[in-house]
């Protein structure tokens, strides 16, 4: 067609041909958007389908600790039975309760080298069954000398859970979600506490001699479930590519998190940490030595690690869960059924607020948390040693006193009580993660056995407000080495955090600035 035909055609030609073309364009763009709207609906189903799988490996890993809590608040009713029954003496109810936590560091030792070898999935299994074992020679125990057998058991167990869960759920989240993820464990040790609570105030009407045993029994059940847990979790990704298992940990990433690209960024971001340290095994290096003589970045991140568990636990939680009995009747409750009453009111509260972290970890960030957890216990303690001195035995006494405890634990699961666990798995590099973890976890059952097994005799010399004043500073020391030595770690990766200790000069406001200018960049 010429330049005369077109003209001839005149203006409804022309107008059909460009309203072809449009209607060409407006049908590629109902394509396009078409396979958008799809893409999308995919990129939804698999994120949700990511986060169900992530969720459901949390909680299955997170079993174990469910172990540790409903034997601390069990043993803290069951006692009062037990010293009935088997007329232990004080001293020996001190070991027996405390001991647990000084056994278990044996089991958490020997859980880096464990975990290392035969991978974090296996060391959880094996941490339920041998706990299993010392539950059920503790619940047929027919001598205080057997009961502690029993207890040895347990508390290696316990050791071996208690360090290898935050290290596995840390492993497999995603960086976004890791620091609610990881908080697990403490949720589930805050449950079993309140299950140990809610299983004395059930089976107290028991026969003295029947009631204790019922009471460690129900312990065993929690173990059970761990045994179908093993057949849905996934082993750590990173454990795999350390073993050269790169296309299972691929797998397993590809789980774990929302798009392939991510996938591929965590796969090369894990094999460079596991490079590292093959490289190192070649030099013939052990784990050990270069903790023995560490580099200046690596003793910042033990000096952190090593400190906050101690911290945990050297401000006196334990002491309050496991005889909080005993300090409600220093406050002047006498009824053995309104002690245990008072104490379901402890671990109620001790559950409910760590709910609270879980939602608050990773928006607001670690330090934040230890801030207004550390000060808060800090004031709780102080008042319960004012109050436990000056106002003796009454109705004002015994209120005070149940409100402080409630607020203190309450304060403790808000911040160092999960976050503790979830700092100690993020800071150490891949290499030396499950034994310096491990490290961490004995330093925390070490102060948290001291403290149990020596607080009764403590508070006989100096009274229970005097011990409570000691804890309260000791509080409000910790609230100085977060300042000075946490850092901030919302929102990096594994690796990035590595990297963040290895900068000569560490300044946490500075890590706060850095975390904000990466979040902008990504956002632009």
Not at 191 to 218: C, D, E, P, Q
Not at 258 to 263: K, Y
Not at 497 to 516: A, T
């Amino acid at each position: 067609m010429g330049l005369d035909d077109m003209h001839q055609s005149g203006n409804g030609e022309m107008g059909f041909s460009l309203g072809s073309k449009n209607k060409y364009r407006r049908m590629d763009s109902e394509l396009s958007d078409g396979v958008d709207e799809a893409l999308h609906h995919h990129q939804k189903d698999r994120s949700k389908s990511t986060r169900k799988y992530v969720l459901a490996c949390a909680i299955f890993a997170s079993l174990n600790s469910v172990l540790l809590g409903y034997d601390v608040g069990v043993m803290s009713g069951a006692i009062i039975f037990i010293k009935e029954d088997l007329h232990i003496t004080e001293i020996q109810e001190e070991v027996l309760v405390g001991c647990l936590s000084i056994v278990s560091l044996f089991g958490s030792l020997a859980g880096g080298r464990t975990s290392d070898f035969v991978g974090r999935k296996w060391t959880m299994a094996l941490a339920a069954v041998v706990f299993q074992v010392g539950a059920a020679i503790m619940t047929l125990a027919p001598s205080f000398e057997i009961l502690m057998i029993g207890r040895l058991l347990a508390g290696i167990g316990i050791g071996f859970g208690v360090m290898i869960a935050p290290i596995y759920i840390a492993e497999i989240s995603p960086s976004v979600a890791r620091g609610s993820l990881t908080s697990f464990p403490e949720i589930f040790i805050n449950l079993g506490i309140l299950l140990g609570y809610v299983s004395n105030y059930a089976f107290s009407s028991l026969s003295v001699h029947t009631g204790w045993r019922v009471m460690l029994a129900v312990g065993i059940l929690p173990s059970v479930f761990i045994g179908f847990a093993l057949f849905v979790i996934p082993e750590s990704p990173r454990w795999l590519v350390m073993q050269n298992r790169v296309e299972e940990a691929r797998s397993v990433l590809s789980k774990t998190n929302d798009n392939e690209r991510e996938v591929e960024l965590r796969l090369a971001e894990i094999q460079e940490a596991a490079g590292t340290c093959n490289a190192e095994k070649r030099e013939e290096k052990a784990v050990w030595r270069e903790m023995v003589s560490p580099s200046p970045a690596l003793r910042r991140m033990l000096f952190t690690g090593f400190g906050i568990q101690c911290f945990q636990q050297i401000t006196g939680i334990d002491a309050t869960v496991y005889y909080s009995p005993e300090i409600f009747k220093g406050a002047g409750i006498k009824d053995n059924s309104k002690l245990l009453a008072a104490t379901v009111a402890v671990g109620v509260s001790k559950t409910g607020f760590i709910l609270v972290a879980i939602f608050l970890i990773d928006k607001l960030g670690r330090k934040p948390l230890l801030y207004l957890s550390t000060i808060g216990m800090t004031i709780c303690l102080f008042s319960l040693a004012v109050t436990l001195t000056l106002f003796g035995q009454g109705q004002l006494s015994i209120g005070l006193v149940i409100l402080f405890v409630c607020a203190n634990v309450a304060f403790f699961s808000v911040g160092i009580g999960p976050v503790c666990w979830v700092l100690t798995t993020e800071i150490f590099p891949l290499r030396l993660r499950a034994q310096a973890a491990a490290l961490g976890a004995v330093g925390n059952r070490v102060c948290s056995g001291l403290v149990a097994m020596s607080f009764l005799s403590v508070s006989n010399a100096i009274s229970l407000g005097g011990t409570f004043l000691i804890f309260s500073a000791i509080s409000a020391l910790s609230v100085v080495f977060v300042y000075a030595l946490v850092p901030e770690t919302k929102g990096k990766s594994l690796e990035q955090i590595e990297q963040l200790f290895q900068k000569e000069r560490e300044v946490p406001d500075g890590e706060l600035e850095l975390e904000d200018g990466e979040h902008l960049m990504q956002k632009n």
